[in-house]
Nanobody, 128 residues
């Protein structure tokens, strides 16, 4: 059983938008750091965005800053990645990941480095 399930991937034209969702299987996302990574064909996995455990501080890779927004809805136990202004370079499999427990880190590295529970990935393709 995959602990995190991503959804919302698909095909979109350049300039378009998509919203990815990340929902856990059997646990709550409350007080966990949650992040998104992506891996494009032939490239290494890279950080995209992270939201901290307690105060929802958000962090973004420079390549997506101003275009992507990470958020969490505790009532729905779901984390979202709203992506707009999509470019061909955003084509990748997007993975969400969660920390195993509450973290108190206040840095981007601290947010990303605690992410150890993974989803299976959602393919996002930008093309015309």
């Amino acid at each position: 059983q995959v602990p995190l399930v991503e959804s919302g991937g698909g095909f979109v034209q350049p300039g378009g938008s998509l919203r990815l969702s990340c929902a856990p299987s059997g646990f709550t996302l409350d007080y966990l750091a949650i992040g998104w990574f992506r891996q494009a064909p032939g490239k290494e996995r890279e950080r995209v965005s992270c939201i901290s455990a307690f105060d929802d501080t958000t962090y973004y890779a420079d390549s997506v800053k101003g275009r992507f927004i990470i958020s969490r809805d505790n009532a729905k136990n779901t984390v979202y990645l709203q992506m707009s202004g999509l470019e061909s370079e955003d084509t990748a499999v997007y993975y969400c990941a969660a920390s195993k427990g509450p973290t108190t880190s206040t840095t981007a590295d601290g947010c990303f480095n605690y992410l150890e529970v993974w989803g299976q990935g959602a393919l996002v393709t930008i093309g015309s």
